[in-house]
């Protein structure tokens, strides 16, 4: 693409249309997203990380406290710090770990976590006075979102998909120097697993944090309950552990169903979760020994129930549900409907009790889920997946980070893997998010490009995208209430009026990398409202 000069700045137009400055490229040293498909079978060097070898065997892992262990690891200003978010909304080590950081008065540091949440509001002080200067993650929610859409975070925020952010670990663009994980349990060289807490904060798996374990300089387990030797079989080895540190409490696992995970009891969601169930059953790849996945969004999860009244009725069963695990999933292969479960998460406490007892329900890695740029990942060999999104727009574009009003809001998660992966990608919307339309002209940010998104199923009837003639056919006698996605947006606009563009000041606060590592677009700092 030939860039275009705008007041002054050259910008790239990439392949969804996002102008990105060539500034915020010699930044990065990134290049404009090109296509989903562009960097297929293109070769790389995988990084490599320091590893000090445990050859007395006398030496001991254990340290008394975080304080000690950070000593230990050599912390010091600009190191990049990572953590994972298996706890969700429970966890308690992001904030624990960082508020020894911050009492030693260490700056300038980057946080490679698996996402940021509410329960990592208490950083917002540090992002204001330096502590932290650069974040990486899924995304960001809560006030961690907020103060980087408003500027007061002093370097980037850099929002990737799952799979994306093992790309950008294991090819050395991001390099980890200390990795805390939290478990469950640990033994005291460090073999990991994510059940058996005495205290019950139990998360099911730990398979963000395995890729964190191979190539970090330092990693240390933190857990509330030390068991003996060996704990196995091991979530995360013992080999790839530095230091093991036991702490009151890790975190609290109730509070892993809540916000986006929370399921729904909204009937126009439930609707919603209708459509697309009864839409998958008219197309070719709803056959015995489908492989399925739902995101984190309560309709998307609904869908579930809806569609095991059709496998009920048809005899067919699933071979693989992957990805986050909810009760619904569950429940389920219990019934004897989903013959595997590939979990990569767990959303709730029946499905982390169900891991433990059930041998055909079994931990993957972020890495064999999700990652591009490795020798073949799992969403690659999904035939349905039922996501969620704050805005579509008429080229099928979806947004699933910046809310309406340019605030960071959410997360990309597996959107763009599992949407890249598989071979019918549905997505779900309301038609209107409260007086916003959802279904629009154009996405305010583009996390998913529409090049790998099929259907868009709604309150007000279902799209399907033009690229995919061979769904229309499937699906063209059927009494589904199928529309163009135009007039799904004229729609909304009639009922609300076109809406105003969300108003951004010059800065650029983050950039929506695409899952190969390029540029898919850019977030600007929001502009205060002017009357």
Known sequence: KLPVFIRGIYKMKNAVGREIPEEILKLTGKEPFAGSYAKHMAEYQAATHKVAP??????????????????KCGIKDGMTLSFHHHFREGDYVVNMVMEAVHKMGIKDL???????????????????????????????????????????????????????????????????????????????????????????????????????????????????????????????????????????????????????????????????????????VHTPWYKDGFIYQTGVGGASIASTKFLADHLRKDNIHIGVAMGGIAQAICELQHEGLIEKIADTQDFDMASIEDIKTNPNHYEITTSQYADPFNKGAYVNKLDYVILGALEVDTHFNVNVVVGSDGVITGAQGGHPDTAAGAKCTIVIAPLLQGRIPAICTECTTVTTPGETVDVVVTDYGIAINPRRQDIIDAVKDTDLPICTIEELRDTAYKMVGTPDPVQFGDRIVGIIEARDGSVMDVVRQVKKAEF
Do not use: W
């Open 110 to 280: 980057t946080i490679c976590a698996t996402s940021l949440g509410k329960a990592q509001n208490a950083i917002v002080p540090m992002i204001e006075d330096g502590t932290i200067t650069n974040i990486q993650a899924s995304g960001v929610r809560g006030k961690i979102g907020e103060a980087i859409s408003n500027g007061k975070l002093k370097g980037l925020a850099i929002m990737r998909s799952h799979g994306g952010r093992v790309r950008a670990i294991e090819s050395g663009e991001t390099h980890i120097d200390i990795s805390f994980i939290g478990a469950p349990t640990a033994d005291d060289m460090g073999n990991c697993r994510a059940i058996g807490s005495q205290n019950g904060a139990d998360c099911g798996v730990l398979g963000y944090a395995a890729i964190d374990a191979q190539y970090a300089d330092k990693v240390v387990v933190v857990t509330d309950t030390l068991v003996p030797f060996p704990n196995v079989p091991a979530s995360i080895d013992m080999t790839n552990v530095d230091y093991v540190v036991k702490v009151d409490a890790i975190g609290d696992p109730t509070k892993i169903a809540t916000g986006a995970a929370k399921p729904t009891t909204d009937q126009r969601k439930l609707l919603m979760a209708k459509y697309a169930a009864d839409f998958m």
């Open 54 to 71: 445990v050859i007395d065997p006398h030496y001991s892992k254990v340290v008394d406290s975080i304080e000690d262990v950070l000593k």
